[in-house]
Each structure stands twice: as C-alpha cells, then as structure tokens.
C-alpha cells in the first residue's frame, strides 16, 4: 500500500535539544495526524491538523500542516527523557477511510 | 476518554491453531481497524469495518478474516495460524466521517512457533 515519507528514520540527541521531523506525500491530504508509540505499547494520538497552513501545539509539541497539503512537520522543543518513543505520521486522503502511514522516526536520547 | 481495549496483551501460539483477537470499544465509534506492525515496515492495515457486519479489506487481508456482530467489538481471526503471522497487532476504532482520528489499543503481540 501507499506510504508516506517520512523523516529522519531515527535521531540521536541530548537531553534539552530541539527536535525536528517531517513527512511528505505526492499526493494531497485533508487531515494530517502525529502520533507516539511507546515501546510494547499502542501508537497514542499528539496532535491533529485539518487546514492547510494550521500550526498547532500541545506542550512542547508544535505540528504544522503544510501549505500544498502534500507534508507536515512536527517539532519537539526541549526535549526529555520521556520523549523517547516512534513517532508516526499519518494523512487522510480526500473521501477515503483509511489513515496511509509513514514508517516512523525513532527517537533516542543520548545518555 | 476513548478506550480501546485488546483481549491479550501477549499470546503464544502453534502453527495451524484457529487464533482469535479481540477489541472491543467503549465510545460508540462507527469504524474499527486491524493493523499488524512489524519493525521496519510500519503499520499495515489488515481489515476495517464502518458499520455492523461490514468490513472492508485493508493492504495484507490474506490469511486473516475478521467479525463485526456488535458496534462496539472487532475481531480478527488467522484460521490457520503460520510463523509469518507472528506480530504485533493492533486494533483501532475512530468516530466516523472518514478515518479522522484513530484511537488505539495497547496492542496484541502474537508469537506463533
């Protein structure tokens, strides 16, 4: 099936840093929505977006929908121990039931 | 809050065992979803259902039928279980209106041997 781009794979950084991933489709969505996964458990919904160029936060969490509906970005500011985790984008293409998923970024913190 | 829930969290099973998953939701949503999740590849969609006794084939259906007889309870069922059906499945149920926002359960990871 379809699958979203989406990047960097997996991050290394310290404890405080900011973090920054995106994803990108050819094709146009009308709903884009991140999601984190904790380790053996099931992905948990952060932030959802619904109009082209809408910036949107929860915590430190800020998530944009882009302008040509074809990406988003979600970025993490400060970020902490606990932030460890995959994270997943998923877009809505226009009539369709189904989510079309990127393949994850894993992030990880440096000790 | 929305709660999804999964029958198991872990379950062990052999080769050519009928396998029976459950989900079952608490906030009256019309669609649920069966995902397995393998590392590298992401979630796959196995089966949805938007109403009642309806269900939809998702990207990899073979070798899984499912069973919707209530709104609020799924079920995937691998008739005979294969060592490639080893996975992490999860089910998801969202309100409507499209897929919108899914909600998840904590996940049901198979091991068939």
Not at chain 1, 11 to 31: A, K, L, P, R, Y
Not at chain 2, 19 to 32: A, K, P, R, T, W
């Amino acid at each position: 099936g379809q699958q979203l781009n989406q990047s960097p794979q997996s991050m290394f950084i310290q404890e405080g840093e900011d973090v920054s991933m995106n994803c990108t489709s050819s094709s146009i969505f009308n709903t884009w929505l991140w999601y984190k996964q904790d380790p053996g458990e099931g992905p948990v919904l952060l932030i959802a977006l619904y109009k082209a160029g809408e910036l949107t936060s929860n915590g430190r969490l800020t998530a944009q929908f882009g302008i040509t509906r074809k990406d988003s970005f979600l970025n993490i500011s400060a970020s902490i121990p606990s932030d460890v985790g995959i994270y997943f984008c998923a877009g809505q293409l226009w009539s369709n039931y189904q989510l079309i998923w990127g393949a994850g970024t894993k992030l990880i913190i440096k000790p | 809050d929305v709660k999804v829930t999964q029958s198991s969290r872990y379950l062990v099973k052999r080769t050519g065992e009928k396998v029976f998953l459950e989900c079952v939701q608490d906030m009256d949503h019309e669609n649920m979803f069966w995902y397995r999740q393998d590392p590298g590849l992401g979630l796959r969609l196995i089966y949805f259902s938007y109403d009642v006794k309806m269900k939809e084939k998702g990207d990899i259906p073979e070798g899984y039928s499912v069973s919707r007889e209530k709104k609020e309870r799924f079920s995937l069922i691998l008739e005979s279980a294969s060592t490639n059906q080893t996975s992490m499945y999860l089910c998801a149920s969202s309100s409507g209106q499209g897929a919108d926002e899914q909600y998840f359960g904590p996940g049901t990871r198979l091991t068939v041997t």
